[in-house]
């Protein structure tokens, strides 16, 4: 974690009357620390200036790890470059769950821009540009700035998004969400070719950021000049994180702000103008790192000077230890020797300094080399060692290779070299089926004696592919040895991961995918392993069915609400059809373990998904103005197959099945309180409209209108909750009596035998009338409770996934009354004025009615179109329940 050495402060930025009063709720601000922050206060800026835009609910404080780290970095340069944050107020607000005020927050980023820039005019060094950076929703924002009419492009040169989900939202709860995002890639990638001077770095918080998957991190639009990593992959930061944590967290901000250095161009102090050169520095800080000091254009020749010894070296296997040598050595490998017999050359280095450390000679008579080619620059830094791999067949001229150890002056390190076969250290593994759970596995063994193995992973290329892998290291003796490294690389994006353990050991390793492979990708994942020399490895690979199901909870659990509706109404038709056949309505709990099968819906959109793939089917479905379906949208993404819809039904059946014993628990629970307190009602049917109802339907209508959509629908669930409340304590009460009155009657005619058989039998039959009336209404009254139940469920999932727009409009209803945009004032409308009526309703209007066999069929089609258009639209699930509603209310009716 990031700290602060001063205590932080925020310089609020006095914006002009007309934004200031076009966006009241949000603010910007200028970070600053102790003497820093003092001088910073009459705003006369000579730095570079970066602009910090916070995610969902996120607040513009979170810069001060960039900042602070920044200061301390420019206060070791004497302040010859230093940055200004800046980071922009958005009031905390919820965009990722509403959309409505996206547009709004990338106007107003806009107009800081301009105020930014303004701040530096009259100075010597006055920047034209700045760079942002953004936190979830905030790199979305930034991106969206250039789909703004009238932004010039070049007021921003360089973007970098920390955990932003670029693809699709996570949650995509209303359409001006999935429009914002529609407009937003459509426009980056029909532009591609105008953004090649903007510079856009994307990086992901890896399998810890339960949030955002990696998956919707990659930027849509990978041309020259777009870069997209995991933060486990980073150098020196090999480590994934959370989605918070991805702002604090201490190595990756530091190879943020050391990448902001590197980009400075000295001549005009600001961030260069080349776009080559920003590539550059990001692939050199978040790609590769050589162990090296960034140069723009390293020397193609050094110069191998002093009075250091010259060793040949002649064995194709070398190890070197160093501790406190005070003579530097030159270490000559002639390559010759080994051309015929081996492919590839290996060195690593344990000293981590930056200092240039192999060479290549092409001096080929001389056993000392003047002047040699850098190969420090191949090498690549990982956690405990540097190491380069060398192609012989690429380096022709090469006549020798040329390890420098410098003078160790206390330090201990080692240096190991070996030639080698490619063949003989790349061998294949073949992953275990998805269906083996475990149960089988994939085995081998490295018996040779050498320092790298590259693991081919075969058939591994889908997201729905997860597997451990364990590697266990024998060893020959027990000395200490340099930690080995396991890496698991994906080639075809940047979301490798590390792992580094102390051997003899065994490690588990999780294996799985944020991107799905390529179809015109021919690689596979590799695992790499930087061992021991003198120590075996086994690998062992096997399918772990937990990480799949949980693979999929991370690709689609955005869906499960959907899966959820969809199960209740299939159990809300079978309620009606039950009542329409027998007279009774079954339980909640009873009717979903009996009506809601997968196969009642999948096979009919697997189906469609199959006819689409027919020009013909296409054709047809076009012209019906028809949408796609989501399953096939997400098939072409690689996200999809066959049995995930089914997981993922299964899951809704269990969560609406648990859901309902919860509330129908709940409901007892606050019925029996309900008794203890209050006195029942006696049941009694009421009329479906009345002049009150007209008038409390008119109120709520007007409240949606003119306030938010979401509040209203808050006000009618509060409502149809106390009504089902209240006819459960009814319907309770009856019951109780019900039985006390059976249990008397039994004691009566046991005790009443001196009475005359006539008298008793008109007795009993008055009684059993009486008995009958009172059964049959408390009966219709248990019906109607039990539909208004499953209602009941249905609203409750209108409302959660309302909800956000709901938070929003109260957090800033000091700045404006009215919602606007409000995505579901329209549907808000419609269904208190359903709800109005259909609280006050009874199953025997039901059970007459003449659309009671269309009301229990139009169930199952709604549950079909629901899974098919519902997955990636979630805001489309509160119309089919509207729907659903409606016909209910016209059975009630007619």
């Not at 600053?32 to 996120?58: C, D, M, Q, W």
């Not at 920044?70 to 302040?79: G, N, P, S, V």
């Not at 944590?245 to 600001?270: G, Y």
């Not at 294949?428 to 759970?437: D, E, G, K, N, Y």
């Amino acid at each position: 974690m990031t700290y602060m050495y001063e205590y932080p402060e925020y310089l609020k930025i006095k914006l002009p009357k007309k934004t200031a009063r076009r966006y009241p709720a949000y603010e910007l601000y200028l970070y600053g620390e102790g003497n820093y922050a003092e001088e910073n206060k009459n705003l006369i800026l000579t730095g570079i200036p970066i602009l910090f835009l916070p995610g969902n609910a996120g607040s513009y404080k979170q810069v001060r790890s960039l900042g602070s780290i920044a200061l301390r970095k420019a206060e070791d340069l004497d302040f010859k470059y230093h940055f200004n944050f800046f980071s922009v107020n958005f009031n905390e607000e919820l965009v990722a769950l509403y959309g409505g005020t996206l547009q709004r927050q990338t106007k107003f980023v806009h107009e800081c821009l301009k105020v930014i820039l303004k701040l530096y005019r009259g100075q010597e060094f006055a920047p034209t540009s700045v760079a942002i950076v953004g936190h979830s929703m905030g790199g979305l924002v930034a991106r969206a700035l250039l789909t703004l009419k009238n932004f010039k492009p070049e007021l921003i040169n360089l973007i970098i998004t920390q955990a932003t989900p670029h693809v699709a939202p996570v949650m995509p709860l209303d359409r001006y969400l999935t429009d914002f995002y529609a407009a937003v890639n459509n426009h980056w990638i029909l532009k591609a070719q105008d953004l090649r001077n903007l510079t856009t770095l994307s990086v992901a918080g890896g399998f810890r950021d339960y949030q955002v998957r990696s998956g919707l991190a990659f930027l849509p639009s990978q041309h020259d000049s777009a870069l997209s990593v995991v933060s486990s992959a980073v150098p020196r930061t090999w480590a994934s994180t959370d989605h918070l944590s991805i702002v604090w967290c201490k190595e990756l901000i530091l190879a943020t702000i050391r990448a902001f250095f590197d980009l400075i161009d000295e001549n005009t102090r600001q961030i260069t103008e080349d776009p080559k050169k920003r590539m550059s520095v990001l692939n050199h800080h978040f790609v590769r790192h050589p162990g090296k000091i960034f140069e723009e254009n390293p020397e193609a020749f050094a110069e191998l000077t002093g009075t250091f010894t010259w060793i040949k070296v002649k064995t194709s296997k070398w190890t070197y230890s160093v501790y406190n040598d005070s003579d530097g050595k030159y270490f000559t490998f002639p390559l010759a020797s080994y051309r015929e017999s081996y492919s590839h050359v290996y060195c690593e280095n344990t000293m981590l300094d930056t200092s240039s450390w192999i060479y290549g000679c092409m001096n080929s008579d001389s056993s000392v080399c003047l002047q040699a080619t850098d190969l420090s620059w191949k090498a690549e830094l990982l956690p405990t060692v540097k190491v380069v791999i060398l192609k012989l067949q690429d380096y022709p001229s090469l006549s020798h290779i040329v390890i420098l150890v410098p003078p160790s002056a206390g330090n201990k390190f080692t240096l190991d070299c070996e030639f080698f076969k490619e063949d003989s250290r790349t061998i294949q593994l073949p992953v275990t089926s998805l269906f083996s759970f475990g149960l089988s596995s994939s085995k081998i063994l490295l018996n040779s004696t050498g320092l790298f193995y590259n693991v081919q992973l075969q058939h591994f290329n889908q997201v729905y592919q997860a597997f451990k892998i364990h590697v266990e290291s024998h060893c020959q003796s027990l000395i200490e040895r340099k930690p080995s490294v396991y890496r698991l690389h994906i080639p075809w994006s940047h979301e490798d991961s590390l792992t580094v353990v102390k051997v003899p050991s065994l490690t588990e390793i999780s294996a799985k995918l944020h991107i799905a492979q390529p179809e015109n990708e021919s690689r596979v994942p590799v695992l790499n392993i930087y061992s021991s020399s003198d120590c075996q490895y086994e690998v062992i690979l096997k399918t772990s069915f937990l990480q799949i199901l949980g693979q999929i909870i991370r690709f689609h659990a955005g869906a499960l609400p959907v899966y959820v509706v969809s199960n209740i109404l299939l159990t809300y038709g079978g309620q009606l059809s039950t009542l329409m056949s027998t007279g009774q309505c079954s339980e909640f709990s009873l009717e979903l373990v009996r009506t809601a099968k997968p196969y009642k819906v999948e096979p009919i959109i697997s189906i469609v998904v199959f006819l689409q793939g027919f020009n013909w089917f296409r054709e047809i479905w076009d012209s019906l103005l028809l949408p796609e379906v989501d399953a096939a949208v997400l098939s072409s993404q690689d996200a999809w197959f066959p049995l995930v819809s089914l997981i993922l039904f299964l899951f809704g059946t269990g969560i609406a099945y648990w859901s309902g014993v919860f509330f129908s628990t709940s409901l007892r629970i606050f019925s029996s309180l309900w008794l203890i307190l209050t006195r029942p009602t006696a049941l009694s049917k009421a009329k479906l409209i009345t002049p009150r109802r007209l008038c409390v339907m008119g109120s709520l209508a007007l409240v949606s209108w003119t306030t938010c959509g979401a509040f209203a629908l808050f006000i009618i669930y509060l409502q149809y909750l106390f009504k089902v409340i209240k006819l459960s304590v009814n319907v309770s009460a009856e019951q109780n009596v019900l039985n006390r009155d059976s249990n008397r009657s039994e004691e009566m005619s046991q005790n009443s035998i001196k009475c005359t058989v006539r008298k008793q039998s008109l007795i009993d039959s008055t009684s059993e009338t009486v008995q009958s009336l009172s059964n049959s209404t408390t009966a219709e009254a248990a019906n109607s409770l039990k539909i208004h139940v499953t209602m009941l469920n249905l609203f409750t999932w209108i409302v959660l996934l309302n909800l956000p727009s709901l938070v929003y409009w109260l957090k800033n209803l000091r700045y404006n009354v009215r919602l606007d945009p409000d995505p579901c004032r329209a549907t808000a409308i419609i269904l208190v004025c359903i709800l109005e009526i259909l609280m006050n309703s009874s199953a025997s209007e039901v059970k007459s009615s003449k659309l009671l066999k269309i009301a229990a069929k139009v169930p199952l089609p709604l549950s079909v179109a629901l899974l098919a258009f519902g997955r990636m639209h979630l805001y489309k699930v509160p119309h089919v329940v509207t729907f659903s509603f409606l016909l209910h209310l016209l059975c009630c009716i007619v």
